[in-house]
């Protein structure tokens, strides 16, 4: 089984920064495709990012050039770093991993089998 906890959300202002920490426990996050979703309200769970177990990166075509996903080995930790907010990237992002070797950011959210609780981002304009 693998925990996942989220962190680093919050409120911020439009073109400003924020990073997001995905805290892992049971197995290794360098071993699992991990993946970052998000669910803006009234939207379905849509995805942002991906790292396979290799360490390649896959990214939305929307949001790429602003996040960029990573991840630590020694703290066990994923990361997803966003630029440039706007105010139409207000969702709840979620940490998601599954024991697949292969895995993409247009992954379905069946495709995940471990969840975390999510971490509100609220951009204001």
């Known amino acids: 089984q693998m925990q996942l906890v989220e962190s680093g959300g919050g409120p911020v202002q439009a073109g400003g920064s924020l990073r997001l920490s995905c805290a892992a426990s049971?197995?290794?996050?360098?071993?699992?495709?991990m993946a970052w979703f998000r669910q803006a309200p009234g939207k379905e769970r849509e995805g942002v990012a991906a790292?396979?177990?290799?360490?390649?990166?896959t990214y939305a075509d929307s949001l790429r050039g602003r996040i960029t996903i990573s991840r630590d080995k020694a703290k066990n930790t994923l990361y997803l770093e966003m630029d440039s907010l706007k105010p139409e990237d207000t969702a709840v992002y979620y940490c998601a991993a599954d024991r697949r070797r292969w895995c993409s950011w247009a992954d379905r959210v069946s495709g995940f089998s471990y969840w975390g609780q999510g971490t509100q981002v609220t951009v204001s304009s």
């Open positions: 790292i396979r177990s290799d360490g390649s990166m």
């Open positions: 049971g197995y290794s996050v360098s071993t699992y495709c």
